[in-house]
């Protein structure tokens, strides 16, 4: 899925089998949900539209994604795909129709049907499951670590986070300190194609208004779908979305560098 997978252990016995296990999982669920591969479970299910049996980790996935679209007023939407094949590869468009995901997904019991030529991405929000899960099976051994997933981090104990300039890659401009947290960003400057960058929303299609949002919160299933959640919406809708979501730190910078920042986001100069 395009992501590079760092994992830094502060310890001095450091158990081989652990770190490949981890390495294992991360690899398990590629195959299973990345919609580049044509044999995954996730690209025959866009195909196919229906499965008799779906696995109880998309079920969470859906039901946390259910959750963030309903408070960003369905601005976060994971059938998003048929869009994005627009501006990547080739789609006809008359064949999209609705595509507000809590109509069109249909589970009954363990069956899963896509309705209206939807389809499903989880590229927003599937290396939250690969942290925390990393995060589970690390936490029975060792008490200090970082798991950095693409810049989707999780640390136990205690670390100092750099957040780069939103316009200079590569360049750090504040640091945080963080203990037992994770943060995850969004921003414009990565992933981009010759038309857009990656994150779009299904009512503008394009959101330029912001440069980079940071969120922190205990769990990185919310700190990650909540930054792509947060950048994709409007300001207003992305304010109260904050306000909504319990033990959610968060820092959203427009593009006019206004700053919007909740208390316990202390971010200091480099």
């Not at 252990?9 to 044509?38: G, H, M, Q």
């Not at 129709?97 to 030529?117: A, G, H, M």
């Not at 981090?153 to 300190?177: F, H």
């Not at 809708?237 to 202390?266: G, H």
């Amino acid at each position: 899925m395009w992501s590079v997978l760092n994992i830094t252990i502060y310890d001095n016995d450091i158990d081989l089998e652990v770190i490949e296990n981890c390495f294992f999982e991360t690899e398990k669920f590629e195959k299973k949900y990345s919609r580049f591969l044509e044999d995954s479970y996730l690209s025959l299910l866009n195909k196919n539209k229906s499965s008799q049996e779906i696995p109880w980790e998309l079920l969470s996935i859906l039901k946390l994604s259910n959750k963030v679209s309903q408070i960003s007023n369905w601005y976060f939407d994971i059938t998003i795909l048929p869009f994005l094949e627009n501006i990547w590869y080739w789609i006809n468009k008359e064949e999209m129709k609705e595509v507000y995901w809590y109509k069109n997904i249909v589970i009954n019991d363990n069956t899963i049907k896509l309705e209206n030529w939807v389809s499903i991405d989880i590229w927003s929000v599937w290396k939250w499951y690969i942290v925390d899960k990393i995060y589970n099976i690390l936490n029975e051994k060792y008490n200090d670590f970082v798991i950095n997933f693409w810049w989707d981090i999780r640390i136990k104990w205690k670390q100092k986070i750099y957040l780069e300039d939103p316009l200079q890659l590569s360049k750090n401009i504040w640091y945080i300190e963080l203990e037992n947290n994770s943060i995850a960003s969004s921003a414009s400057n990565r992933r981009k194609t010759k038309k857009w960058w990656h994150l779009i929303n299904p009512k503008k299609n394009i959101t330029d208004d912001k440069l980079a949002v940071y969120t922190i919160h205990k769990l990185a299933s919310f700190s990650d779908i909540l930054s792509t959640a947060l950048y994709v919406s409007p300001i207003e809708v992305a304010l109260d979305m904050v306000k909504k979501s319990k033990w959610l730190e968060a820092m959203i910078i427009m593009k006019n560098w206004k700053i919007y920042k909740t208390n316990w986001f202390n971010i200091k100069n480099i």
